[in-house]
């Protein structure tokens, strides 16, 4: 066959997936909407009623999304359930557009950009609202990113102050943000103030560092200690009162009354690592060999996302070494937080993968990374360079299209496409219900 037309072929095929994948994210989104206007998000729906937690019934923690909201309420009339929706649609646009311009600003060719995006398909069920609160911690993240970039380049104090209060707001909204925010900004800096001794003393950087970010952590040990209790459900469940029927089923048996009374232990025992990697589907099929798949499949993905090559736009190189030094170190804190305290994969996935691209775009060309990931980062790459095929444009392409069922094994909400969602409910004798 001829040469240029198996390129042209190859084109197509890498196209059309891009493409479906695009589509399936605006199927996705049309189906929310159908809900939405039919009236399906009422106040018991957990998308609609985690925005609501407020300060009213006392501190607690995600409760400043719902207290901002609950002051709005308080001076402007409005329909909260619309509220709610506009706020996580408005969330989601903006960071579209965020990372199409990060694509562009930084010649990576668009085709790519569903594959970031998309994980909120592949990820999530397909009748859950957009990302839910996520898509604003994303959004938050590359505000810390950005203004710790600005602390660097400038030298100047202010930037980093500014830095520690967007990094507590976020904590705020969702105590999640911590494993994709604190721990790289931290380490980078801790290696910066290392660097700044001459390698010296590592001690004295860490506490250096420690120095510039211990807020952030002493917040987070008050949300462990303020993490919800039913006085404190009832509290502000009431206080919404005034602007709608506020139940006692609500109060009592809605998804944020009972996430907000469950403790950071009774996370653990949902998300203990024996049980997401140690367990079976059915006939003895483990689930540790498609978890294993599925953070390799994603870091490869990520990290050689400059393989494909689509469009006349010439897409510029990447510093496949440094991009892989940013994804392993949110790895590190990532696995921590999926294996010990998250029950939901499908939402930690996005956080890794985006904010890396996020944390890349501003530190590329930076050197104050561990030495020891680094030297990591260039055997994988290596290894990576001498495969013919994870070098090569149809390795990308498969390893791709396969990355759903990586999900078989995983603890989700959801998974997108239907296959290997199918497939899964087969093997555990579960009904297929979407």
């Not at 402007?76 to 990372?99: H, K, R, T, W």
């Amino acid at each position: 066959m001829n040469r240029s037309l198996i390129l042209q072929l190859k084109r197509s095929v890498f196209i059309l997936t891009f493409v479906l994948m695009l589509l399936a994210m605006c199927w996705q989104t049309t189906m929310h909407l159908i809900d939405y206007f039919q009236g399906k998000y009422g106040y018991e729906y957990g998308c609609v009623n985690e925005l609501l937690v407020n300060y009213e019934g006392g501190f607690v923690r995600r409760g400043l999304f719902g207290e901002l909201l609950f002051l709005a309420r308080s001076v402007i009339p409005f329909s909260v359930v619309d509220a709610v929706v506009v706020l996580y649609y408005l969330g989601f646009a903006l960071l579209a557009v965020l990372l199409v311009r990060l694509f562009r600003r930084n010649g990576w060719s668009l085709y790519l950009l569903p594959f970031p995006i998309c994980l909120y398909v592949y990820l999530c069920d397909p009748y859950f609202l957009v990302g839910r609160r996520d898509c604003w911690l994303l959004l938050m993240a590359y505000l810390c990113y950005y203004l710790y970039y600005k602390y660097i380049a400038s030298g100047r104090n202010v930037y980093r102050g500014l830095c520690v209060i967007a990094q507590l707001l976020a904590l705020l909204l969702h105590e999640a943000s911590l494993f994709f925010i604190f721990p790289i900004i931290y380490f980078h800096d801790m290696n910066r103030q290392y660097k700044l001794t001459g390698g010296l003393n590592i001690s004295k950087a860490f506490f250096r560092a420690l120095a510039h970010w211990w807020p952030v952590l002493a917040l987070l040990a008050i949300l462990m200690l303020y993490h919800g209790d039913n006085i404190i459900t009832r509290g502000f469940w009431l206080s919404w009162a005034p602007y709608f029927d506020v139940t006692e089923e609500l109060i009592t048996d809605s998804y944020i009354s009972r996430t907000l009374v469950c403790s950071f232990g009774d996370n653990m025992t949902m998300a203990i690592w024996p049980a997401t990697w140690m367990g079976y589907l059915v006939w003895k099929i483990p689930v540790w060999p498609f978890n294993l798949y599925l953070f390799s499949c994603t870091y490869y993905l990520v990290t050689r996302f400059s393989t494909i090559h689509l469009g006349g736009q010439q897409q510029k190189d990447v510093d496949k070494v440094q991009l892989s030094s940013i994804v392993l170190l949110l790895f590190c804190s990532m696995f921590v937080f999926m294996s010990f305290v998250s029950c939901d994969w499908g939402r930690d996935f996005p956080y890794w993968v985006i904010s890396s691209f996020m944390f890349f775009h501003f530190f590329r060309f930076s050197d104050c990374f561990p030495t020891f990931l680094i030297k990591l980062s260039e055997k994988l790459q290596s290894w990576i360079d001498e495969s013919s095929f994870l070098s090569s444009q149809w390795g990308y392409y498969i390893l791709l299209i396969t990355l759903p069922f990586g999900f078989m094994g995983a603890s989700l909400s959801g998974m997108f496409p239907f296959i290997p969602l199918t497939l899964k409910h087969i093997l555990m004798g579960q009904p297929v219900a979407l």
